[in-house]
């Protein structure tokens, strides 16, 4: 069974950067999409971006700009690189790959300080 494992949450002030990492391992098969997804307490999960394999890269208008979504040449690995972080920016970050369905990783806290 497939499985998302993150990594490069934490903590940062206002202005500074952060950049995500997530890897696919297990009983890999073929991807079609990966990205992230973010989600607030009391509000639904967003897709923030995303990279379609063999396809482009798509943004949220809310960090359109700021943020860089980007694959590994393996394809199997994304990554989220995120700059002039705002507090509203705060959220779990939720890395996201489609195969024959959708799969999930359990997500990475970033916290944007003022």
């Known amino acids: 069974q497939a499985q998302l494992v993150e990594s490069g949450g934490g903590s940062v002030q206002t202005g500074g950067s952060l950049k995500l990492s997530c890897t696919m391992s297990?009983?890999?098969?073929?991807?079609?999409?990966m990205g992230w997804y973010r989600q607030v307490p009391g509000k639904e999960r967003e897709l923030i971006a995303a990279?379609?394999?063999?396809?482009?890269?798509h943004y949220a208008e809310s960090v359109q700009g700021r943020f860089v979504v980007s694959r590994d040449n393996a394809g199997s690995s994304v990554y989220l690189q995120m700059n002039d972080l705002k507090p509203e920016d705060t959220a779990v970050y939720i890395c996201?790959?489609?195969?024959?369905?959708?799969?999930w990783g359990q997500g990475t806290q970033v916290t944007v300080k003022n």
């Open positions: 297990g009983n890999l098969v073929s991807i079609k999409a």
């Open positions: 996201w790959a489609v195969t024959w369905r959708d799969n």
């Open positions: 990279t379609v394999t063999g396809g482009g890269s």
